[in-house]
């Protein structure tokens, strides 16, 4: 009995001794391979419908297994990236892709960008309207271009010639967006509405609820290399070609394999004033702020300048930060090992 005890207060005190640094790194957070997010707004449980929020959570879980699959086959994280917002654009739950909004004219103008943090190779588009998978276009033009940048129909005759999937205009078109830009323009025809806004509408049989938002992914793959996207249909009756912060490089989408990999998703005008995506990583590198912190202080700075949104960052050590400053951000996270986490609500 006295060995035992005396084993049992060795062990306590060897605990007691531990450096806290080891102690915390005992605590360190489990590593995180991807991260997607599918915009941020005024979402409120109260206003959720029990098969609304399951429809979230189904294409959420879905982006994040596609993404996942990519990186666990030893895809690069760029195909990660690609793959997870693919699912995210195919629905129409989210303004990107299939469930983008109208603009003042009645079209659907998309946008998106891709950037590769082992390279600081980029590719985005803007203002295109018949090519299925915006992300992809984007990635087309980092790929298969000298350029960083294309928009209207000379990106869409580019994305067609490389072989990216056409489609008619018609194919974006959804009841309840319609129905949005409606109302907007019986409301007032010169006011613009972020798709997150508090009003509602109804989508298909079972939705009540137009606060969707950009989607957007970071990944880190096995090979310590770092990438991230983001993809829109931009604001409700925008007009004269408006162009937000999501094909932006440093404004919605950054990623460096030095430190971080950030989506941003909100307001466009201020994450475009902020440079929002770049200054995360700028915190970082220069002054030495931890992630939470960094990517904190940038949506506080937003919130100063009157904008709303959030982000979603991946440093190079699988360490995540989702800040926010709406009601709400649809978000989800998988691990190393494979879980799927995903959340709605503050």
Known sequence: MKIRSLLAVLSIVGIMMLPQDSAAQQKKNTKYVLVIHGGAGTILKKNMTDSLEKAYISVLTQSLEAGYAQLKA????????????HVMEDSPLFNAGKGAVFTHDGKNELDASIMDGKTLKAGAVAGIGT?????????AVMDQSEHVMMVGKGAEDFAQRVGLTVVDPSYFWTQFRWDALQRLLKEDSEKTQLDHSGKQTSIAPFVKDDKFGTVGCVALDKQGNLAAGTSTGGMTNKKFGRVGDSPIIGAGTYADNTNVAISCTGWGEFFIRANAAY?????????????KKA??????RIGEMGGDGGLIALDKNGQVAMPFNTEGMYRGTVTEDGKIKVEIYK
């Not at 090519?131 to 990635?139: E, G, L, V």
């Not at 200054?279 to 931890?290: E, I, L």
């Open 74 to 85: 030893g895809k690069a994280s760029l195909d990660a990236v690609e793959a997870a917002i």
């Open 131 to 139: 090519i299925k998978n915006p992300i992809s276009a984007a990635r």
């Open 279 to 291: 200054d995360v990583a700028a915190r970082m590198k220069y002054g030495k702020t931890p992630l």
């Open 295 to 300: 990517a904190a202080q940038v949506i506080e």
